[in-house]
């Protein structure tokens, strides 16, 4: 008996059987039911702990990808800014069901830590937001403004620690590229590393650390509960999130920097995977639920694709391998 007259034998209940396998058979690999994948599940290395900025963008692709590939698994892989996560991703060659987040702090530590892996060895296929910093301080601090930061810098940089994510990442680079503005040397900037913003607030808020630089998205929550006060962010203007938080510029320090992060697949799938991963992830930017992501996380949509990622990621390291030269990392 053919399946279909099988199932409205069985009633109801086989019918909405029925219906549900077709379902799940075509929402893999967005539902164009050619066998994308094997019907193997789509997997998100994150290259760190959980709780950080690129654990919150897998899980919010998690989220976000559910009507496309159904169910995706999430794990973590924590380590050298993100280079011991790079280094187990490359060996899935060929696989396109494997995807890991990236984003500035893995280019910035794969230069200053030599990994002898780097990400050109990743298929790039699209950035997907930015996620500016903000610098923090204990609400009793007298740091209390940008002059103020700035003044205790020009001073004395080794009496100013920075606390910050992990060694050659987004906080080290903004703190060298501040020194570096107002005139003060590089490589005399105290910097504190840590695996994530977590353990970079412990520091902050015990005294240990003069300041503390994190995404906003990590910070935010923090910043409206008290527990720190924020003194500046590294955006070109103001953010919606933030907006009594004035801008770096505002302040007469011209930097601006911006954390991005992005998906890339292991090294050696075919053209064809990789144009369906791009369209998929393309197609889950313009999900009402990644919209919602955006404005809660206070994400700043920054969608590119193709070689056009794979020229931005390199232009990224040139900019990183020189700040960090100038501190001494690189």
């Not at 899935?92 to 500035?104: A, F, I």
């Not at 090294?267 to 393309?282: F, K, S, T, Y």
């Amino acid at each position: 008996m053919p399946v279909g007259r099988r199932a409205a034998a069985a009633g109801p209940y086989g019918a909405a059987v029925l219906a549900a396998i077709v379902l799940v058979a075509t929402t893999l690999w967005g539902h164009d039911g050619d066998g994308f994948g094997n019907g193997r599940q789509l997997r998100i290395m994150v290259p760190a702990a959980p709780g950080g900025g690129w654990d919150q963008t897998a899980r919010e692709m998690q989220a976000a990808l559910r009507g496309e590939v159904g169910r995706t698994e999430v794990a973590n892989v924590a380590g050298g800014g993100g280079t011991i996560g790079l280094s187990q991703f490359v060996r899935h060659e060929g696989d396109p069901t494997r995807l890991m987040v990236t984003g500035l702090v893995m280019v910035g530590a794969v230069e200053s830590n030599d990994s002898p892996v780097g990400v050109d060895r990743t298929t790039p296929l699209a950035r997907l937001v930015t996620d500016h910093q903000v610098i923090v301080v204990p609400v009793s601090s007298p740091v209390r403004t940008v002059a103020d930061l700035v003044a205790r810098m020009r001073q004395d940089p080794g009496s100013v620690s920075f606390a910050g994510g992990p060694a050659g990442g987004i906080g080290q680079i903004l703190a060298g590229m501040i020194a570096d503005t107002i005139g003060v040397d590089p490589a005399r900037v105290s910097y504190l590393a840590h695996p994530g913003a977590g353990e970079a607030l412990s520091t902050v808020l015990s005294g240990r650390a003069t300041v503390g630089v994190a995404g906003v998205s990590e910070m935010q929550g923090q910043i409206r509960a008290g527990t720190v006060r924020a003194v500046a962010v590294s955006s070109p203007r103001r953010l919606p999130t933030l907006p009594d938080v004035p801008t770096l510029g505002e302040r007469g320090v011209d930097v601006e920097l911006a954390n991005w992060r992005g998906v890339v697949a292991p090294p050696g799938i075919g053209p064809d995977d990789e144009r369906r991963l791009e369209d998929l992830l393309v197609r889950m930017t313009r999900t009402a639920a990644w919209r919602e992501t955006l404005r809660r996380r206070g994400w700043t949509e920054a969608t590119l694709t193709g070689d056009q990622f794979r020229q931005y990621i390199e232009r990224e390291r040139r900019t990183v391998t020189r700040v960090l030269v100038l501190m001494g990392l690189a």
